[in-house]
């Protein structure tokens, strides 16, 4: 069932509102919460953040805006709180990252099967390798620094295996760079997509600039630092993928949309029927901005709104785990380098290019994300646990085999 | 020993600006809160938030699907708690023997073969505790509440140990702190597999408790001789 964007009207602005005790709600369960209940808290936390990074920056530049622009803005502000408290203490800011880093994978995977575009679809596989090999060298951290085990967050939805080596994902900035759909021709989908992936991609990159320095161990610092640096080619990758001649009014529709699409994909998924409320409501209060923007947007530039959004909305986001797409693409297109705006095979990327030069200077002295996964290998309980035998019922104490765990074999000083 | 007690320009106290803090003080003293009360205030939000009643999490239903009793649920619980300790241990002690290895030792403290010792005692409780949750019919990747709990409630301590800036001696403060809740931990499995009839894991558990003992005591010693080191004092 799908719904349409012009008949569904939401809650009116004026009816938008919150107090402290409503901000902050009790926060779902780092135990008992399906994983993509996390993966949804977190994405949409970005998708938030990205409706108030955009609206900042319209307002800088279009002083007739601002007004409205502050109206939403609030709501958003609120939104974005009420959602990103969902995250509870108990989990810490590593795991929290496994949660990014699971968002990263199985949102782009649904998203790349569901673009219509090619050359844009060739784009989210090639992030998602990426980000895929983030999510393998974080969990070696989480092992090595504290002896716990990142399935128990990913919840065996999604492989824990090395993807486009974090050491060659270095690239000079002229290289992160893509072409972008054209806003008179591109499929909405296409857009909504792009936007998705690039709020996506923004708030990892700044939580980790956040979280980074709260790490004590020398190795997490740099990793944290490296895999910033990687998040932000990102961002530049996804930003440049929408077409910059679209008006800021123009811009403003599509991240409304965009917001009801997500929240919309949310209410589809969630199983958790205290936070679904949530989705459902903040679904309709985002209906309701949408509403008030298209007014905007037909009052100030004199079109229909339905030349740039269409009355239903795309199939939604697919929250499930997407193993089979990702094992294929790793397969299949793990060697691909960029080069300027396309891919090609490592093999005819020059080693003069610019992106082996800033590679090669940037890992001179060493390289955090081969350090931290040095020999490391995912096993169930971590590396310390040889779980060879193991099963429930199945030794006895005093019979269990020595444990083979390759993090239990010390080099000698 | 490398010591970080030398007289240095730590700022943090008023007393190393007495002109700053009178105006401070001057300030505090002309101003009146803007609401009433006093911290029993936080305490009544705490309250009205725990009464929500959520939990944490709960146990994870039986890997082998026969059901267990309370009891048995609530020795699992503490079974993947301790699991979970000891796992994170040998890691502490992984970063111990690095801060070891680039700090040297004292009189009195610890040489390398002991925190080695240590190490493989704390992987061999935590390869025991697999052996007894699989027995069980537990499941060996689950983190239990109290696990979870427990891992909360010493998350400062890998913070410690994997800081460049902190000392051995520092360090084993801070192993001092695990050290202590895992002998008292040991004790209650100890308990709790007997009065369950879990005479086997009792005294494996027993064994255990006796090592954790151990490394007590001689972390205990050690930290001792490293304070006399520091003072120049003997220290009994």
């Known amino acids: 069932m799908t719904l349409d964007l012009f008949k569904t009207k939401g809650t009116p602005l004026d009816k938008q509102v919150f107090t402290w005790r409503d901000l902050v709600q009790p926060p779902y369960s780092k135990l008992d919460d399906d994983a993509f209940t996390r993966v949804r808290v977190i994405l949409m936390n970005g998708i938030e953040s990205e409706a108030l990074r955009f609206s900042h920056a319209c307002a800088r530049m279009n002083s007739k805006l601002q007004a409205a622009l502050a109206a939403i803005r609030r709501v958003e502000q609120h939104q974005q709180t009420m959602v990103n408290w969902l995250n509870p203490a108990d989990q810490s800011p590593l795991e929290t990252t496994i949660g990014f880093e699971q968002v990263a994978i199985e949102v782009t995977a649904s998203v790349a099967q569901h673009e219509p575009d090619p050359y844009l679809a060739q784009v989210y596989r090639f992030g998602l390798l990426e980000d895929f090999d983030h999510l393998y060298r974080y969990s070696a951290l989480y092992d090595r620094l504290e002896g716990k085990d990142a399935n128990t967050l990913v919840q065996s939805y999604t492989d824990i295996l090395p993807g486009r080596p974090t050491v060659v994902e270095h690239r000079a900035p002229i290289d992160d760079l893509r072409r972008p759909y054209d806003r008179a021709t591109a499929q909405a989908v296409t857009k909504l997509n792009a936007l998705t992936i690039m709020a996506g991609e923004h708030q990892t990159h700044d939580y980790y600039m956040t979280v980074g320095p709260f790490f004590s161990d020398p190795t997490a610092r740099q990793l944290y630092a490296e895999i910033a640096s990687i998040e932000e080619q990102h961002v530049t990758q996804y930003e440049s993928i929408i077409d910059a001649n679209e008006t800021w009014l123009e811009k403003w529709v599509l991240h409304e949309a965009n917001e009801v699409y997500n929240y919309w994909s949310c209410v589809e998924f969630e199983q958790n029927p205290r936070i679904k409320k949530i989705w459902e409501r903040f679904l309709d209060y985002e209906l309701g901005q949408l509403q008030a923007v298209c007014a905007i947007f037909e009052d100030i530039e004199r079109r229909d709104v339905q030349e740039i959004l269409p009355a239903k909305l795309p199939e939604p986001i697919q929250y499930v785990s997407q193993r089979a797409f990702v094992r294929e693409v790793l397969e299949q297109e793990v060697d691909l380098r960029a080069q300027g705006t396309e891919f090609v095979d490592a093999s005819e990327l020059p080693k003069d290019s610019p992106s082996t030069q800033y590679a090669r200077q940037i890992n001179s002295e060493g390289s955090p994300s081969q350090t931290v996964a040095a020999g490391w290998v995912w096993e169930p309980g971590t590396e310390l646990s040889g779980t060879a035998g193991l099963q429930p019922g199945a030794t006895r104490v005093g019979e269990a085999a020595q444990p083979t765990g390759n993090g239990n074999s010390r080099s000698p000083r | ?236």
């Open chain 2, 1 to 236: 020993m490398k010591t970080q007690t030398s007289e240095g320009i730590n700022r943090t106290g008023m007393a190393t600006s007495p002109q700053l803090a009178r105006e401070m003080l001057e300030g505090t003293k002309s101003t009146i809160p803007s609401s009433e009360g006093d911290a029993d205030d936080l305490a009544l939000v705490r309250i009205e938030y725990t009464k929500v009643g959520l939990p944490v999490g709960t146990m994870p239903p039986p890997a082998t699907g026969k059901p267990m009793t309370d009891a048995e649920r609530v020795f699992m619980d503490k079974l993947g708690e301790r699991l979970a300790f000891e796992r994170a241990g040998t890691r502490l002690y992984d970063a111990l023997l690095s801060k070891f290895d680039a700090y040297g030792t004292w009189p009195g403290g610890p040489e390398r073969a002991d925190l080695e010792e240590i190490r493989e005692e704390e992987h061999e409780h935590f390869t025991l505790l697999q052996s007894a949750i699989a027995q069980l019919g537990g499941d060996i990747t689950a983190v239990t509440p109290s696990a979870n709990v427990h891992a909360v409630a010493s998350k400062g301590l890998p913070a410690v140990l994997t800081d460049p800036r902190t000392n051995l001696q520092q360090c084993l403060e801070a192993i001092l702190v695990a050290e202590l809740v895992d002998n008292d931990c040991w004790e209650n499995l100890t308990t709790l597999a007997t009065a369950l009839g879990q005479e086997e894991l009792a005294t494996a558990f027993t064994a255990a408790l006796e090592e954790e003992r151990d490394h007590l005591e001689r972390v205990r010693t050690w930290i001792r001789a490293g304070l006399s080191e520091l003072t120049g004092e003997p220290l009994t």
